[in-house]
């Protein structure tokens, strides 16, 4: 009940196309529900987060979309570009519990 | 200067070893955590503290352990290294706000490898 499913394991999109990201959680008591980006050699770092009262989130070109009842939530990147190439982490939280997928490893091609 | 800071960033060493990974953090924050992560697991929790005076177990803290020395450092050690303890390891920092919401930030990562 702890665990973050998260797929695709690795993703390879064009520049300027939409890459996205899914994950599922079973644990209704998680309640933030944040998505981290780390690039090569690096530690993660935070992108964007959402709670579960909103069922969307948009940061500039990354946005969350959160469907409460299906206990689901994903990561849309627009007009994707080779920067954003890295290694992208659904993560849950509740209290002092912090669980993290398994990882998304996104290649954008220019 | 970063912030959160890991010595070493490697370290090859060998199995019945004891190793000692340690951590530094500039930001003032009460909230330190040890993470490893493999490939195809994520990260996951291998210790945390809260504050000087609280230590606490996560997912996988059986065969390490941790010393928080002051609110800016906390390192993570190996008794006795073995194989598939190789892996990254990374520390994070979060401030005072609900643990739940408070971002974390991550140090580096250390990659250790047991031969």
């Known amino acids: 009940q702890q665990q973050v499913k998260q797929s695709p394991q690795s993703l390879i999109v064009q520049k300027g196309g939409i890459s996205i990201i899914n994950c599922a959680y079973e644990?209704?008591?998680?309640?933030?529900f944040p998505w981290y980006q780390q690039f090569p050699g690096k530690g993660p770092a935070l992108l964007i987060a959402?709670?579960?009262?909103?069922s969307e989130k948009k940061e500039g070109r990354f946005t969350i979309s959160f469907n409460k009842s299906a206990k689901q939530f994903s990561l849309h990147i627009m007009d994707s570009q080779p920067g954003d190439s890295a290694t992208y982490f659904c993560a849950a939280s509740y209290g002092q519990n912090f669980v993290f997928g398994p990882g998304t490893r996104l290649s954008v091609l220019p | 200067d970063a912030d959160v800071t890991q010595t070493p960033r490697n370290r090859i060493t060998k199995t019945g070893k004891r190793i000692m990974l340690e951590c530094s953090q500039t930001k003032g924050h009460d909230r330190m955590y040890w993470y490893r992560q493999d490939p195809g697991l994520g990260l996951r929790l291998i210790y945390y503290s809260f504050d000087v005076k609280d230590i606490n177990k996560g997912e996988i803290s059986d065969g390490y352990s941790v010393s928080r020395q002051a609110q800016a450092k906390f390192s993570l050690s190996l008794e006795s290294a073995i194989p598939n303890q190789t892996a990254l390891y990374f520390c994070?920092?979060?401030?005072?706000?609900?643990?739940?919401?408070?971002?974390?930030?991550f140090g580096p990562g250390t990659r250790l490898t047991v031969l």
């Open positions: 644990n209704t008591a998680f309640d933030y």
């Open positions: 959402i709670r579960p009262d909103v």
């Open positions: 994070a920092t979060s401030g005072s706000g609900r643990p739940s919401t408070d971002t974390q930030y």
